[in-house]
C-alpha cells in the first residue's frame, strides 16, 4: 500500500485529492492547522465512521512554519508522496500579511523539502509543489506555458515563486523527485467562501431566495482560466507517476471575465442582467427573468426585472492587478495525457446548485441564508 501525505487537507484540493487517493488504494495521511473550530466538513465523509484505527485516512495537526514537526512526522510515516497544498492562498489578504505569508507559502515548502533530506528520504519520496498562475502575474506572454517568464503581482505571487524554484532547486542539486503544477484557477462547491468565485454563487442562492440584495466585487472586468478541481487533483495525482519529476501547467486554455461568470450564473437560474454606467458606478440590473427557469430552482422567489443586484466596490481592488490569465496546457496534454473534462458551464452550474440546495436547508433558512462576508473577496 502507497502512503501519501497531503497538506492542507481540509481544503479544496486536499479532499478531492484525498478522495482520489484513498480510491487508488493509498493511506493517507492530512495535515491541517488546529483551530478553535471544526472545519474538516470537506473530509469528514473520508474517515471511518468509528474512527477506527484501522482507517487508511487519518489526520494529525502541523504547521508550515514548525520544521520539527514537519520533520518528526515525515521521518515517522515514511511516505511515498507529499503533495503540499497547504497555503495563505488568499492574494488580497496577503498584501496585509506578507511576511505570514512569505513564511508560510515559500519558506514552508522549504521545510519540507529539508524534511525529505533530513529524514534520509530523497530515493523513496515524491513531491509535488502546488504553485499558482498568479506566478505570471503582469503576463509576458499568451497564453502562459512552462517557459513564460514570472512577473508575480502579489506577496502570495512572490512567495509562491520562491517555493517554485526551491521545488526546482531540491530536485537539481539534490536528484529529488519533485515536481511543480502551475495550476491555473480551479473551482468547485468545495470552494472556500472567501474567492469570488463562490461569493458570485452564494450571492446567486441568497439573492434568488430573497436573503441578500446585491452583490458587491471588484475588478469584474478581470479575466481568468477556470477549471473544476476534481480534473486539476487528478494532473497532481499524474505528476508523480512519471519517472522523471518536471513542471506542468494546468489550465483549460479558455479566459473568462469575471463579468461573464455572473452572467453565467443568474443565466443558470433564468435571470439575465443587463449593466449600466462606468468603473465605480458600474451597476448590474436585471433585464428579464425566465420563470419557468427560476422556479425549478426556487419556487418563490422575490426577483423582479429591474432590481439593481451587482454594485462595483472599489474596496475589493488590488494594489497591483492581474488582468489576463489563459494557460497552455499542451505538455500536460501530452505527457501526462491529462485532459480536463468539465466545461466552465457546467462547473457553474454545479456551484449554483450546490449553493440553492445547501441554502433549502432547515439551519440556513432559519438564520435568513449564507452570512454576507464583508471585506473579503479574491480571484484566485
Known amino acids: 500500500m502507497k502512503k501519501a501525505i497531503v497538506t492542507g487537507i481540509t481544503g479544496q484540493d486536499g479532499a478531492y485529492l484525498a478522495e482520489l487517493l484513498l480510491k487508488k488504494g493509498y493511506e493517507v495521511f492530512g495535515l491541517k492547522r488546529r483551530s478553535s473550530i471544526f472545519n474538516t466538513a470537506r473530509i469528514d465523509h473520508l474517515f471511518e465512521k468509528d474512527r477506527q484505527e484501522n482507517s487508511n485516512f487519518k489526520y494529525a495537526y502541523s504547521d ?12 515517522e510515516f515514511q511516505p511515498d508522496e507529499i503533495y503540499n497544498l497547504a497555503a495563505q492562498s488568499h492574494v488580497k489578504v496577503s498584501f496585509d500579511t506578507p511576511e505570514y505569508t512569505a513564511n508560510a507559502d515559500g519558506i514552508g515548502t522549504l521545510r519540507i523539502l529539508e524534511a525529505i533530506r533530513t529524514a534520509k528520504l530523497v530515493d523513496k519520496t515524491k513531491f ?4 499558482t498562475s498568479e506566478l505570471y502575474g503582469k503576463v509576458q506572454e499568451i497564453p502562459q506555458k512552462e517557459t513564460t517568464p514570472f512577473y508575480p503581482r502579489s506577496p502570495y505571487a512572490v512567495a509562491k515563486m520562491y517555493a517554485y524554484w526551491i521545488t526546482v532547486n531540491y530536485r ?14 480551479h473551482e468547485s462547491p468545495l470552494r472556500g467562501e472567501t474567492f469570488v468565485t463562490r461569493k458570485i454563487t452564494r450571492a446567486v442562492a441568497n439573492i434568488a431566495l430573497g436573503f441578500q440584495h446585491q452583490l458587491s466585487l471588484g475588478n469584474i472586468d478581470a479575466k481568468r482560466d477556470w477549471g473544476h478541481a476534481k480534473d486539476y487533483v487528478k494532473a497532481m495525482y499524474l505528476m508523480l507517476q512519471q519517472d522523471k519529476p518536471d513542471d506542468y501547467v494546468i489550465a483549460t486554455g479558455i479566459t473568462t471575465s469575471v463579468r461573464d461568470f455572473v452572467i453565467m450564473a443568474f443565466n443558470h437560474i433564468g435571470v439575465s442582467i443587463k449593466f449600466e454606467g462606468k468603473a465605480e458606478n458600474e451597476i448590474g440590473i436585471i433585464d428579464t427573468i425566465d420563470f419557468n427557469i427560476l422556479k425549478t ?27 489576463l490569465l489563459v494557460g497552455d496546457a499542451t505538455k500536460a496534454k501530452t505527457q501526462l495525457n491529462w485532459t480536463p473534462t468539465y466545461t466552465l458551464d457546467a462547473l457553474i452550474k ?21 452570512n454576507i462576508i464583508p471585506n473579503v473577496e479574491d480571484i484566485i
Do not use: C, W
Open 64 to 75: 508550515l512554519s514548525d520544521s520539527s514537526n514537519l520533520i518528526r512526522i515525515i521521518s
Open 172 to 185: 537539481e542539486a539534490y536528484g529529488m523527485h519533485a515536481s511543480n503544477g502551475i495550476l491555473f484557477n
Open 297 to 323: 430552482k426556487v419556487e418563490n422567489s422575490p426577483l423582479k426585472v429591474g432590481q439593481t443586484i451587482l454594485k462595483i466596490d472599489p474596496f475589493y481592488y488590488r494594489p497591483t492587478e492581474v488582468d
Open 350 to 370: 454545479e456551484m449554483v446548485d450546490s449553493d440553492i440546495n445547501l441554502m433549502k436547508k432547515e439551519d440556513y433558512l432559519k438564520k435568513g441564508g449564507f
Open 128 to 131: 509535488y509543489q502546488a504553485s
